[in-house]
């Protein structure tokens, strides 16, 4: 079965651009959540999706914002980007909304400059 | 607020035993995870605990006191490979959402 896939890998941009990353989730799987990871901290919790709707939201400017599609893939969205975003961003599936193990994707380093 | 809290860092030798504790403060508890990440690397999940107890898995055990709100990762037979940061993670709501801890480094000495 295959992993959870993220695109793109890496991404460089500009301050004041937007960005839009995927996630293609383990098929089956109808729970995607996002992370932002920066260098010595721990995963920030972004938000998750099951069944095209999103459950939960953690505490992020509303610039932050995402969709998951009837397939399970998911993607998120940064407006307006700002340097503090750089950061590696995580995707994780589950089967179901209150499974306690997630499967990570690679991630995406997106660096703002 | 919800909150887990783990230590920073922590360094032991290769082939001795190492406990990386994790105290939590949730509204709610609904079963506490543990994942591993190296360097470069995603997460990837180790343990769950969502009972009391011992949980037993290879060289890795994790337990858990839900009247302490504790728990603990245990990692035996240490070996260079285990080097990485090791995160809890505990679904505190009844939205089930994961809340993480900031991570414990763990350095493996020769």
């Known amino acids: 079965k295959a992993g959870v896939t993220q695109t793109p890998r890496y991404l460089i941009k500009t301050r004041g651009q937007q960005v839009t990353l995927s996630c293609s989730p383990i098929?089956?799987?109808?729970?995607v959540s996002w992370y932002q990871q920066t260098p010595g901290q721990g995963l920030q919790f972004l938000f998750e999706?099951?069944?095209?709707?999103?459950?939960n939201k953690g505490n992020f400017p509303g610039r932050f914002s995402g969709r998951q599609f009837s397939n399970s893939r998911s993607e998120m969205n940064v407006s307006t980007l700002e340097l503090g975003d750089s950061a590696l961003y995580l995707c994780?599936?589950?089967?179901?909304?209150?499974?306690?193990?997630?499967?990570f994707g690679p991630g995406t380093r997106l660096t703002v400059t | 607020g919800q909150s887990l809290e783990q230590p920073s860092e922590v360094t032991a030798v290769e082939g001795a035993i190492v406990q990386i504790n994790c105290t939590y403060q949730?509204?709610?508890?609904?079963?506490l995870s543990w994942y591993q990440q190296h360097d470069g690397g995603a997460p990837t999940f180790l343990s769950y605990?969502?009972l009391d107890g011992l949980e037993e898995t290879g060289r890795f055990s994790s337990f858990l006191s839900r009247s302490d709100s504790y728990g603990y990762l245990l990692l035996q037979e240490l070996q260079m490979k285990d080097s990485a940061s090791y995160f809890c993670?505990?679904?505190?709501?009844?939205?089930?959402?994961?809340?993480w801890g900031a991570g414990t480094k763990l350095i493996i000495k020769p």
């Open positions: 994780a599936s589950s089967l179901r909304l209150d499974s306690y193990e997630q499967y």
């Open positions: 098929s089956g799987h109808r729970s």
């Open positions: 999706y099951f069944s095209e709707t999103q459950r």
């Open positions: 949730t509204s709610g508890f609904y079963g």
């Open positions: 605990n969502g």
């Open positions: 993670a505990v679904r505190g709501d009844s939205n089930y959402q994961l809340i």
